[in-house]
């Protein structure tokens, strides 16, 4: 059975900094993509970071400069850093696995950020 339990979310302000963690059980990712989405409310899904097992990196172009993704192979654990938040940031935050699409969702931890 695959579980990603995400963790890390919060209320801060503009400018503060955040750091998400998503650890991957029952999962194979020998080949896996570990990634992070987000939902603001009243707007779609959208990606905001990804990060292949061989470190190859994606950034969705409103964090690119904020926003580092990294993981840990032998913890099956992916981080999404997240420093100078803003409020268009708030969302709920999705850990993703899988290959070459998401095939799992964590359940989500919001992120909050006032002016």
């Known amino acids: 059975q695959v579980q990603l339990v995400e963790s890390g979310g919060g209320s801060v302000q503009a400018g503060d900094s955040l750091r998400l963690s998503c650890v991957a059980s029952?999962?194979?990712?020998?080949?896996?993509?570990m990634g992070w989405y987000r939902q603001a409310p009243g707007k779609e899904r959208e990606l905001v970071a990804l990060?292949?097992?061989?470190?190859?990196?994606e950034y969705a172009e409103p964090v690119k400069g904020r926003f580092t993704i990294s993981r840990d192979n032998t913890k099956n654990t992916a981080y999404l850093q997240m420093s100078d938040l803003k409020p268009e940031d708030t969302a709920v935050y999705y850990c993703?696995?899988?290959?070459?699409?998401?095939?799992?969702w964590g359940h989500g931890t919001q992120v909050t950020v006032s002016s």
């Open positions: 990060i292949t097992r061989g470190e190859r990196i």
């Open positions: 029952g999962v194979a990712n020998c080949r896996s993509k």
């Open positions: 993703t696995v899988g290959f070459p699409g998401p095939d799992y």
